[in-house]
Structures are given as C-alpha cells and as structure tokens.
C-alpha cells in the first residue's frame, strides 16, 4: 500500500502536519495546503446568554456538532464564570454528539452523553438520532456554518430549534498555499486531491476564481485528478460541482481516507488517463473562463 511518488494534495488545517506527515509515510509527494481558519465570533453575548437559558431550562436537548465548537464555547464562557456554572448547565439537558470528537470535554466536566450519533456522522443520523428521543426544545451548538437542512428537518419532528453560533468558517489569513495548490491543479502538477471537508472544496474554487482558474481547477479535477472524499457531506459537496469521487473509505475519518487512497489511487490514475486518451472524457478547454476574467477566442 503506497502512492508511489504520487503528487498528493491536502487542503487540511487543524490537522496539516499530521495529514503530511501520514501521506509521506504512505510514499506520497505531499502537497498540503491550509485552506480554513476557525475564527471564534467577536460577539461573545449570544454563548453568554446560551447559558442562562440553559439553566432557565428552556432546552431540554443540546447536539454538540463538533469538539473545536465546545471547546470554543467553553474557552469563551469560562472566562466570565466558574466552569463547574458552565458544567452544571450542560448537564441540565440531554447531549447528542455529532461522533466522539465532543465527547473528551464533556466527560473532563462531568457532563453525561445521552446519544453518540453513529457513523458516518452526517446530519440525517442526527435527525433519526433525536426522532427516537422525547425532548423536542433544541439547541445546535453550531460548526462553521449553519446546517439548515437539518434545522428544517428537526423542526419537521415537532421541535423548536436554536442554533448557537460560536464560531466561523473563514479563509486563512497565509491564502499563498492555498493560491499555489490552485495554480497546480489548474497547471496538471497534482495526481491525488484528499478532500475531508466541503468548506476546503468552497474555498478553493473561491481561490481558484479570484486567480481566473476556477474552470480549469475543476476540469483537471475530474479529468486528470484523483479525487478522495472523506464520507457522504463531502461526496454530495464534490457532485455538486460535477466531481464525482473516485475513492470513499469504509469509514468517514482522515486516516482510513487517506489509506484507501493510497491503496486505490495509482490504478484509478491509469484508468482516468486512459479515459482521457480513449475520449472518454474530454480534455479541460482553455476558451472557458471565469466571471470576471477574461478569456481567448
């Protein structure tokens, strides 16, 4: 199992020099480029008063999305009370989490787990999750952005949903890798594209667009690119750009995505070649251009 020198790129963040260093170990070129910064939001009066509902139970469940989500939020309030307050008012309502990455905080407080959302850990597991439970006033402790399919599908079941809004997804404040892995694409210097989360794949056609290359990053993407997809949220975020992953792993974390791939990927590279020579799917057109950007006749 290698990527044998395969060029391999990776728009991870939080966890870029272990992606690297999991790529290098597996025999690939790695080629990581940070593509989103978690910012925490400026106004800390919404977290606040989170926890004065909480404690005037006006929630009885609370779905913690994310770990980075939680920890925000307790960073934040703890610096305006004691955290055994910020504990206390957790453990007043039923915890659903979005898969273990929540689950280390609220075990360091103290604070009980009602339901741990199964793999692949995608919206409609949480739905089902909370569908079979009795507690319909809902609080959503956010991630990057707001989740409005399933806001619309817990308000389906009968629930009141609130979302709390901790943080934000935005670009990183160094855009230069994220600019190079865009130029690299678009210039066909990448074999492989590790995908674990869909905000990578907006940012870097919002890169790509602002370097008029956007159309050419997608169609040697899906023409000449080996493209992995970490689970289903990320495949659904790549189709709907006309990039259908040619490799999924058997379960929706970075390590056996990045496996799978260099498993997969050098095979898959052929047969896409291969497609490309037989005609099967056509070479990128230089005539197609970006809003904005001028193209050649």
């Known amino acids: 199992?290698?990527?044998?020198?395969?060029?391999?790129?990776?728009?991870?963040?939080?966890?870029?020099?272990?992606?690297?260093?999991?790529?290098?170990?597996?025999?690939g070129n790695a080629l990581v480029a940070p593509s989103v910064q978690e910012r925490p939001l400026d106004d800390h009066g919404e977290a606040l008063r989170f926890i004065g509902r909480l404690e005037a139970d006006e929630f009885n469940l609370l779905i913690c999305m994310t770990g980075a989500g939680l920890t925000f939020l307790r960073d934040l309030v703890v610096a305006h009370m004691p955290v055994e307050r910020f504990a206390a008012a957790l453990r007043r309502v039923a915890i659903?989490?979005?898969?273990?990455?929540?689950?280390?905080?609220?075990?360091?407080?103290?604070?009980?787990?009602?339901?741990v959302?199964?793999?692949?850990?995608?919206w409609k597991e949480i739905v089902e999750a909370v569908e079979a439970r009795p507690e319909r006033r809902?609080?959503?402790?956010?991630?990057?952005r707001p989740n409005l399919e399933m806001n619309a599908a817990l308000r389906a079941l009968g629930a009141t949903v609130t979302p709390i809004a901790i943080y934000r997804w935005e670009l990183p404040e160094d855009v230069e890798p994220l600019r190079e892995a865009a130029r690299r694409l678009a210039a066909g210097d990448v074999d492989v594209a590790l995908f674990t989360s869909?905000?990578?794949?907006?940012?870097?056609?919002?890169?790509?667009?602002?370097?008029?290359?956007?159309?050419?990053?997608?169609?040697?993407?899906?023409?000449?690119?080996?493209?992995?997809?970490?689970?289903?949220?990320m495949t659904a975020a790549l189709e709907s750009h006309g990039l259908?992953?040619?490799?999924?792993?058997?379960?929706?974390k970075m390590g056996s995505l990045v496996k799978a791939s260099a498993e997969s990927a050098a095979e898959v590279l052929l047969t896409k070649r291969f497609a490309l020579k037989?005609?099967?799917?056509?070479?990128?057109q230089n005539d197609i251009g970006s809003a904005g950007c001028e193209t050649t006749d």
């Open 1 to 27: 199992m290698s990527f044998a020198g395969l060029r391999v790129l990776s728009l991870e963040s939080r966890r870029a020099k272990e992606m690297e260093g999991m790529i290098l170990r597996l025999g």
């Open 96 to 115: 659903v989490s979005r898969g273990p990455k929540p689950i280390p905080l609220l075990r360091s407080l103290n604070v009980p787990v009602a339901v």
């Open 117 to 122: 959302v199964p793999e692949p850990n995608t």
């Open 138 to 144: 809902i609080a959503v402790q956010e991630y990057g």
């Open 198 to 233: 869909s905000i990578q794949l907006d940012h870097l056609l919002e890169v790509a667009r602002d370097l008029c290359l956007e159309p050419e990053v997608i169609e040697r993407l899906r023409t000449h690119v080996v493209i992995a997809s970490v689970g289903p949220v």
């Open 244 to 252: 259908p992953p040619d490799i999924i792993p058997n379960h929706p």
């Open 278 to 284: 037989a005609g099967l799917n056509p070479a990128p």
